[in-house]
């Protein structure tokens, strides 16, 4: 409200019906009412409408000009009076139902508490029920409501200012939490490039390795189909060798034939010359019984009631080997490794015998490896004897070891 305007004196209450124009308004009333009721910029254009051109002045020119044309009737008034009934049209059409100044004075207070009181104003000063008290009162209410809107006012702009200063703040933050970012995903991208490059690296090694083992398996199968019978000559190469092992075997059974032939036949020149000898001497003597001279054997290790199973060997021989066990208190078993006995068989003969004795002279190839593997997973002791003789035989068990 303008200092410079002042209450006039009390006019009469209306008794008309119609309402009031803002002409016809006390001047102090044209002050709030213009700037309350019209935003600047709304005034601006009515004010450079009627000037026919653009207005130069500013905001507080405009605003006092404004108020002084509508002390009268003309065209700026007018054209004041028409925007003010345009705008509000809605609250005129609810305070037409005042039909006292006591209920024109009820919305106005419903307005205040609502905090809606631009059309309010206008509409309780121009209604035909509006007394000079109640004029008074509205024009003091309303000056009350822009020293508070003021004071709302500079809050509020003191808030903007606090959230503006908040929010540059936070720009700033965001704009280094952003560089941050960047900085992080430029820092992935490059070690995902590199694990990229890593990956394709040991791809291109490991399609150079396939390539590398299928040319091998080519040049493996070209080798193969340019050497005829290639399996065949493996076949005969490992029988080969199985009967190069047998002929080594064979041989050494041959030289120990040999041997035992020579000392059989050393044995009986003495024995010949001993009973030439015995004969001279028993047509000078009288008779008497020879003495017998029976062999007895150092045995290491005790095999009374063990049982002992020989592998391979003469079958004449058996009976003599199984003399010869038993005169030690052993039981005696033979296995002959797979030539007339059941071959299946000589897996249990193995697990029940204490002591196995392998003639390996005379035992198949198969059945001499699987004794020799059979005694070494068991800890089974085995004795091989190369020689299927009786007196082989004889001191291979003397020097088993104890």
């Given at each position: 409200m303008c200092d410079k305007h002042q209450l006039p004196a009390a006019p009469a209450e209306a008794q008309t019906s119609r309402r009031r124009r803002i002409w016809e308004l006390g001047h102090t009333c044209h002050c709030p009412l213009v700037g309350v009721g019209l935003p600047l910029a709304v005034l601006r254009k009515l004010v450079g409408?009627?000037?026919?051109?653009?207005?130069?002045?500013?905001?507080?020119?405009?605003?006092?000009?404004?108020?002084?044309?509508?002390?009268?009737?003309?065209?700026?008034?007018?054209?004041?009076?028409?925007?003010?009934?345009?705008?509000?049209?809605?609250?005129?059409?609810?305070?037409?139902a005042a039909k006292c100044s006591e209920q024109l004075a009820e919305l106005w207070r419903a307005a205040v508490a609502n905090g809606d009181v631009a059309g309010a104003f206008w509409a309780g000063l121009t209604h035909p029920r509006c007394t000079t008290e109640l004029e008074e009162r509205m024009c003091r209410d309303l000056h009350m409501i822009q020293h508070q809107a003021g004071a709302?006012?500079?809050?509020?702009?003191?808030?903007?200012?606090?959230?503006?200063?908040?929010?540059?703040?936070?720009?700033r933050?965001?704009?280094?939490?952003?560089?941050?970012?960047?900085?992080?995903q430029l820092e992935r991208t490059a070690e995902q490039e590199q694990q990229a490059s890593q990956l394709m690296q040991l791809r291109a090694q490991l399609v150079g390795r396939d390539s590398i083992i299928d040319s091998l398996r080519s040049e493996l199968d070209q080798l193969r189909?340019?050497?005829?019978?290639?399996?065949?000559?493996?076949?005969?190469?490992?029988?080969?060798?199985?009967?190069?092992?047998?002929?080594?075997?064979?041989?050494?059974?041959?030289?120990?034939?040999?041997?035992?032939?020579?000392?059989?036949q050393a044995q009986l020149q003495a024995q010949a010359q001993d009973a030439t000898l015995n004969a001279a001497l028993a047509a000078d003597a009288p008779p008497?019984?020879?003495?017998?001279?029976?062999?007895?054997?150092?045995?290491?290790?005790?095999?009374?009631?063990?049982?002992?199973?020989?592998v391979g060997g003469r079958s004449g021989n058996v009976a003599t080997y199984r003399a010869l066990i038993e005169r030690v208190g052993a039981q005696f078993a033979h296995h002959d490794g797979g030539l007339e006995d059941n071959a299946n068989k000589l897996e249990a003969?193995?697990?029940?015998?204490?002591?196995?004795?392998?003639?390996?002279?005379?035992?198949?190839?198969?059945?001499?490896?699987?004794?020799?593997?059979?005694?070494?997973r068991t800890g089974k002791r085995c004795v091989f004897i190369d020689n299927p003789s009786i007196s082989s035989l004889q001191r291979g068990l003397e020097e088993l070891t104890p």
């Open positions: 409408k009627i000037t026919g051109g653009k207005v130069l002045a500013d905001d507080y020119e405009i605003h006092v000009g404004t108020v002084s044309e509508c002390g009268t009737r003309n065209k700026l008034s007018e054209a004041v009076q028409k925007e003010l009934e345009r705008r509000y049209a809605a609250v005129l059409l609810r305070f037409r709302c006012v500079r809050a509020d702009l003191n808030r903007f200012n606090s959230t503006l200063e908040d929010n540059t703040r936070q720009a933050e965001i704009v280094r939490l952003q560089q941050r970012s960047a900085a992080v189909s340019s050497i005829p019978g290639l399996e065949t000559r493996e076949r005969l190469a490992q029988r080969l060798s199985q009967t190069d092992e047998r002929e080594r075997l064979l041989r050494n059974q041959v030289a120990e034939l040999r041997r035992e032939l020579s000392l059989a008497q019984a020879p003495p017998v001279v029976e062999h007895i054997m150092k045995m290491p290790v005790s095999l009374n009631e063990r049982s002992v199973l020989c003969s193995l697990a029940a015998a204490d002591l196995v004795i392998c003639q390996t002279g005379c035992i198949s190839h198969s059945a001499y490896w699987r004794v020799k593997d059979f005694c070494k």
